[in-house]
T-cell receptor
Framework: AQTVTQSQPEMSVQEAETVTLSCTYDTSESNYYLFWYKQPPSRQMILVIRQEAYKQQNATENRFSVNFQKAAKSFSLKISDSQLGDTAMYFCAFSNDYKLSFGAGTTVTVRA | DTAVSQTPKYLVTQMGNDKSIKCEQNLGHDTMYWYKQDSKKFLKIMFSYNNKELIINETVPNRFSPKSPDKAHLNLHINSLELGDSAVYFC?????????????FGPGTRLLVL
């Protein structure tokens, strides 16, 4: 079974600044996918970004980017130019066929 | 148009009762899921269905019985509700269950057992 660890329960960032969320995972598989999901106060789970383990290039989606270190089994999320609407809980997830295994989540608060 | 919908959004009930949560997706996906988010916000897979067939049952008590009448629907029936069943239950879907696929989540059903 895969385990996903998010070691930062809470983080706070000033609007327009950058914040990085850490995620590590444990697996014996060679090809896999990793995801970051966002859960704002509305409770809706929203995909932020995904990364294929075979791809060397780090994924980016607008202000969101990842630092994927396969050997270290690390998958951090960087939020640049933070906006108030980024306030949410962020979950790192390891994808197997037919299921996602989630980390415990990091609550991000963006301060005005 | 809502891609993945759940009813009800909130459910308050007494211990020992039986309740159902319904999920529908209009994305044309073959695979549907139930996840449970506990009071500490931890999310865990409960069930996965592909084309109406059960694929994953993640050691969920047999008081929980999912039913998939067709590919677009996956309902969750819970018998003899216990206090520990209080949680938010999310339905999700993806095209075929592959690990590369994005799962699309419903809005969640908050269940409170008194």
């Amino acid at each position: 079974a895969q385990t996903v660890t998010q070691s930062q329960p809470e983080m706070s960032v000033q609007e327009a600044e950058t914040v990085t969320l850490s995620c590590t995972y444990d697996t014996s598989e060679s090809n896999y996918y990793l995801f970051w999901y966002k859960q704002p106060p509305s409770r809706q789970m929203i995909l932020v970004i995904r990364q294929e383990a075979y791809k060397q290039q780090n994924a980016t989606e607008n202000r969101f980017s990842v630092n994927f270190q396969k050997a270290a089994k690390s998958f951090s999320l960087k939020i640049s130019d933070s906006q108030l609407g980024d306030t949410a809980m962020y979950f790192c997830a390891f994808s197997n066929d037919y299921k996602l295994s989630f980390g415990a989540g990091t609550t991000v608060t963006v301060r005005a | 148009d809502t891609a993945v919908s759940q009813t009800p959004k909130y459910l308050v009930t007494q211990m020992g009762n039986d309740k159902s949560i319904k999920c529908e997706q209009n994305l044309g996906h073959d695979t549907m899921y139930w996840y449970k988010q506990d009071s500490k916000k931890f999310l865990k897979i409960m069930f996965s269905y592909n084309n109406k067939e059960l694929i994953i049952n993640e050691t969920v008590p047999n008081r929980f019985s999912p039913k998939s009448p067709d590919k677009a629907h996956l309902n969750l029936h819970i018998n003899s509700l216990e206090l520990g069943d209080s949680a938010v239950y999310f339905c999700a879907s993806s095209p075929a269950g592959g690990r590369q696929e994005t799962q699309y989540f419903g809005p969640g059903t908050r269940l409170l057992v008194l």
